[in-house]
Nanobody, 126 residues
């Protein structure tokens, strides 16, 4: 099983980035994919998650209206589109999979993740 994130980098305040999470080794449609982040010196936090089955998504309050999660089941890939980036969005971003089927289930999709990627760093700077 592998989850591989990509798309991170350095971006200016107010800019955008799109992260990708390519999944292999499990059936995408039987899992939820969660996006998480961890800033230096802080605990990891959930950002949002998506059902691999029907594409429904959930977001934490701090990113609602700025971040969008989508997926392409044919490519076994989930995406995190991040707009209007702020310095506080600076972190390493991880995707993770948990076996849940059906519409997105909160808070289940943020806990007891079965598999994790290694992360991709995002730095928001002026």
């Amino acid at each position: 099983v592998q989850l591989v994130e990509s798309g991170g980098g350095l971006v200016q305040i107010g800019g955008s980035l799109r992260l990708s999470c390519v999944v292999s080794g499990f059936s995408f449609d039987l899992y939820h994919i969660g996006w998480f982040r961890q800033a230096p010196g802080k605990e990891r936090e959930g950002v949002g998650c998506i059902s691999g089955g029907d594409g429904s998504a959930d977001y934490v309050d701090s990113v609602k209206g700025r971040f969008t999660i989508s997926s392409d089941a044919a490519k076994n890939t989930a995406y995190l589109q991040m707009n209007s980036l702020k310095p506080e969005d600076t972190a390493t971003y991880y995707c993770a999979g948990v076996r849940l089927h059906g519409p997105v289930r909160r808070p289940d999709c943020y806990f007891n993740m079965d598999y994790w990627g290694k992360g991709t760093p995002v730095t928001v700077s002026s």
